[in-house]
């Protein structure tokens, strides 16, 4: 597998032959997304790559915090308009 992380470009040695996810970006990966590749999270799992494990898992904690909460920048306290505005 070639692998896009945070932490750069990595290399892992495959699970089992074949073209699935012989590339894969995982910068934006979501805990779903982990599921849908379970191969390739085994294969991440099986290498030595320490650095490549802890930027796929923050990645993903990040992008499911991202998807679950509140964008900072937005403001709760602001309602809408009333109707016929």
Not at 48 to 57: G, H, I, V
């Amino acid at each position: 597998h070639v692998i896009q992380a945070e932490s750069g470009c990595h290399v892992v040695a495959k699970i089992q032959q074949g073209w699935e996810d012989t590339y894969a970006d995982v910068r934006h990966y979501t805990p779903g997304d982990w599921a849908d590749h379970a191969k390739l999270a085994a294969a991440i799992a099986a290498s030595d790559n320490k650095e490549l494990k802890e930027s796929a898992l923050n990645s993903a904690v990040d992008n499911a915090l991202d998807s679950l909460l509140p964008k900072a920048d937005s403001d709760p306290k602001q309602e809408a308009p009333p109707a016929g505005e």
